[in-house]
């Protein structure tokens, strides 16, 4: 089949239900309004949302977020007429490389498996590689029960304290909290235009919810959670520095997941922690503060479990304009 359009590929997903939130066609919309092209491609059972930024004199960088989607069990070594479709696009879009991140786990004790055949392991991640996943597949006390005892007792404690969570499609409110934290984080966020796009794309079909914790009306603490088949992710939170005793952070991120599990998801991912092994992320989380050693603790809290994802895997097309890409991104492996 090869290159297919969104239709085709809307079609094709219907058969993988539990593919990964990045493969969805409405995230291919938001990247084609935000600086991306989108392309799809099928070969049988096997697809891709590849993604592609342009560079100067006509290059691009082609990327697969969380994928290729494909049946359960397929061994991603082998891609065979699959990835003959996939270098055909990229070459015709100039790609100096692909770069793939697939949404299979490594083992936590083994190392990383071997990239398939014409790929290489890269040091540069898009996604975050490591993260937590928590088990949404029992009931609410047994979940509570998991956590660490602060962390069910921030959440309970919240409610004694007058912390009500809403859901709301109102963008403006999650991005003022938002621009916050990112002033005092220091890291960057996109658009309001970008959230508001988001909310626009995958609210509808009841994939994406904003949830906001407030004392009196007041907004204290939002995520922006993506739901799609039996999995949850937690992309992008906020919250302010008043009324932190009351601990609102906690209880947004509890009630996001009973969202979830009322709507059928297995797992809910809190989407990146350092990538570290377990050890050093327990020796270390306390004095630690840089990236994403901030938000370890807090999610750690939340008794999931440490997982991986194998790659990220470069496919190189063009050798010298690759080491001249990874140079300037200062990526040198």
């Known amino acids: 089949m090869s290159v297919v359009d969104k239709t085709a590929w809307i079609e094709f997903l219907k058969k993988h239900p539990n593919a990964h939130i990045l493969q969805d066609a409405a995230w291919g919309d938001l990247k084609s309004e935000f600086g991306w092209e989108v392309e799809h491609v099928i070969e049988g059972d096997v697809g891709a949302q590849v993604l592609f930024k342009s560079?100067?004199?006509?290059?691009?960088?082609?990327?697969?977020?969380?994928?290729?989607?494909?049946?359960?069990?397929?061994?991603?070594?082998?891609?065979?007429?699959?990835?003959?479709?996939?270098?055909?696009?990229?070459?015709?879009?100039?790609?100096?490389?692909?770069?793939?991140?697939?949404?299979?786990?490594?083992?936590?004790?083994?190392?990383?498996?071997?990239?398939?055949?014409?790929?290489?392991?890269?040091?540069?991640?898009?996604?975050?590689?490591?993260?937590?996943?928590?088990?949404?597949?029992?009931?609410?006390?047994?979940?509570?029960?998991?956590?660490?005892?602060?962390?069910?007792?921030?959440?309970r404690l919240a409610g004694r304290k007058e912390i009500e969570v809403t859901q709301s499609s109102r963008v403006e409110e999650f991005y003022e909290l938002l621009s916050g934290t990112s002033d005092r984080a220091d890291f960057g966020i996109h658009t309001l235009a970008y959230y508001q796009r988001i909310l626009d794309l995958f609210e509808a079909d009841g994939k994406c919810k904003i949830f906001t914790a407030k004392y009196k009306g007041q907004p204290l603490a939002s995520v922006l959670v993506f739901a799609r088949g039996q999995r949850a992710w937690y992309f992008y939170g906020a919250s302010?520095?008043?009324?932190?005793?009351?601990?609102?952070?906690?209880?947004?991120?509890?009630?996001?997941?009973?969202?979830?599990?009322?709507?059928?998801?297995?797992?809910?991912?809190?989407?990146?922690?350092?990538?570290?092994?377990?050890?050093?992320?327990?020796?270390?989380?306390?004095?630690?503060h840089d990236g994403l050693w901030s938000v370890y603790r807090f999610k750690r809290g939340f008794g999931g479990e440490l997982k991986r994802t194998r790659g990220p895997w470069d496919r190189v097309y063009k050798p010298m304009f690759y080491t001249l890409y990874r140079f300037w991104a200062g990526r040198g492996e």
């Open 55 to 155: 560079l100067p004199l006509g290059y691009t960088v082609a990327y697969i977020p969380r994928g290729p989607v494909a049946p359960q069990g397929w061994v991603s070594g082998q891609w065979g007429q699959f990835l003959e479709e996939v270098d055909g696009i990229c070459q015709q879009k100039g790609a100096i490389f692909l770069k793939v991140e697939p949404d299979l786990w490594t083992g936590e004790s083994a190392p990383a498996p071997a990239p398939p055949p014409g790929f290489r392991t890269s040091l540069q991640s898009i996604q975050p590689p490591r993260t937590i996943t928590v088990d949404l597949t029992t009931d609410e006390d047994d979940i509570l029960m998991r956590m660490k005892s602060k962390t069910r007792y921030n959440i």
């Open 240 to 288: 302010s520095r008043e009324h932190r005793d009351r601990m609102p952070t906690y209880r947004v991120q509890w009630e996001a997941m009973r969202w979830a599990k009322e709507r059928g998801c297995h797992s809910y991912d809190l989407w990146g922690v350092p990538d570290e092994d377990f050890e050093t992320l327990e020796d270390h989380f306390l004095e630690r």
